[in-house]
């Protein structure tokens, strides 16, 4: 019992860090990024929603960023992402549709005004350092971190249409 928790090793320094030792998240609410590693933890009491930890990779540092992270039991994946020095996911202040995107700046250690984001159902949450993304059904909808402008696109390419058809079929696509 005293070996269980949550390791991290750091191949530059050759030291394990102990991060967690209780309450060990599942594998599906943590996420590595480089400059820190983000977990969901369950809360006694809260069914959809849970407490969001930053643990600093160097230091070995927490920082509790949120206690009403979306955590919903069972799902294949947390909204939860962390890249380019950024951690964003989504907070369940109420139920789960009084939905709201947070995004987390780890050098300022700030959390990002987003405009207001309507959000139904956000799945496959990705930050990078020009945008967060997130797809809801067949739809990526997203925010630009340059001029804060809303965006979407289809998840999947439009169907075939006849003339796309002809043009395949004569070999010119």
């Known amino acids: 019992a005293d070996q269980r928790g949550l390791f991290v090793y750091t191949a530059a320094t050759d030291r394990s860090l102990r991060l967690l030792a209780d309450a060990l998240p599942r594998f ?10 983000a977990v969901l933890r369950p809360v006694a009491g809260q069914s959809n929603s849970g407490a969001l930890w930053l643990f600093d990779l160097e230091t070995g540092e927490s920082r509790l960023l949120s206690e009403q992270a979306l955590l919903v039991s069972g799902a294949m994946q947390a909204p939860l992402a962390i890249d380019s020095g950024r951690v964003a996911w989504i907070d369940s202040p109420g139920t789960t549709h009084d ?50 402008a809303l965006w979407s696109a289809p998840a999947w390419p439009g169907p075939v249409t006849a003339r796309r058809r002809k043009a395949r079929a004569a070999g010119r696509i």
Do not use: K
Not at 103 to 115: H, N, Y
Not at 130 to 142: D, S
């Open 99 to 148: 939905l709201t995107l947070r995004v987390f700046e780890l050098a300022q250690g700030d959390l990002l005004e987003l405009p207001a984001t309507t959000l139904r159902d956000p799945q496959d949450l990705l930050v990078s350092a020009a945008a967060v993304a997130w797809r809801e059904e067949l739809t990526w909808r997203g925010v630009s971190f340059d001029d804060g």
């Open 28 to 37: 599906n609410e943590v996420r590595l990024g480089a400059a820190g590693l």
